[in-house]
Each structure stands twice: as C-alpha cells, then as structure tokens.
C-alpha cells in the first residue's frame, strides 16, 4: 500500500447535545436534515446533501465528539492503526468489528483532535 489511502474521505462529524430528541428536531427544522438514526437515547444522526452529522448525549462514553473519515477496504483500517501505532500516538484505541460488520477505531491526532477511522460493508452508506 503507497503512503496515499486511494478513496479516503471524511464521512461526518460528531458532536455533544444535551437531549437527542430535541437537537434532532433542532437540525431538521432550521436545516431540513433528514433523520437517519433516533431510535437511541445516547446517540442520533442527520443527513442533508452528503453532510452527516452525528448527535452524541453528552453523558455517553461510548462516541466521543469527532471527526469520521470512511476508507475503501476493510484492510486499510489495519494498515493506517499501524502507521499510527509506528509513530507513537498515545491515544489510539484498537480496530475492532461491529454488529453491521464495519470496523473502525479512535485516535487523537498529535494537537488531541479526536478522529474515528472507519471502513463500511457495501450494503452500509459510505
């Protein structure tokens, strides 16, 4: 694999609500974002025109705020946990598998930005 990641690109961001419900409601009456996921108490998502943005409760451990960048293959989240892992970053969390057979893991680049590395299967929107 070169040093470029062919097709890498940022996917969404995350960030902290006080109430799902009410910031879901918040973005697609001022934005006309679509709901793409409520049916959880600690976490939604909205779309409009190839944005996504993620809503994370602000109690919840589980998705920190971010930045989401989806690669191609399922190897490159390997390949680039391993780059990061040669050069040190000291929080960097390991790739693991999800329920929806995607695979990511988080990192926080040298400045503490948090960022999720994330590969999709086809039948997931990339």
Known sequence: MSD?????KMTH????VSNIKS???FFTKVFGFKTAWGGQEDWGMVKANGTTLALVEKTTKVHPPHIGFVVPNKEDVDEIYNRLKQMHIPELHEPKDHRDKSRSFYFKDPDGNQFEL???PENLTR
Do not use: F, K, T, Y
């Open 118 to 120: 994330l590969w999709l």
């Open 13 to 16: 961001a995350a960030v902290h």
């Open 23 to 25: 910031a879901l409601e």
């Open 4 to 8: 470029e990641i062919s097709g890498i």
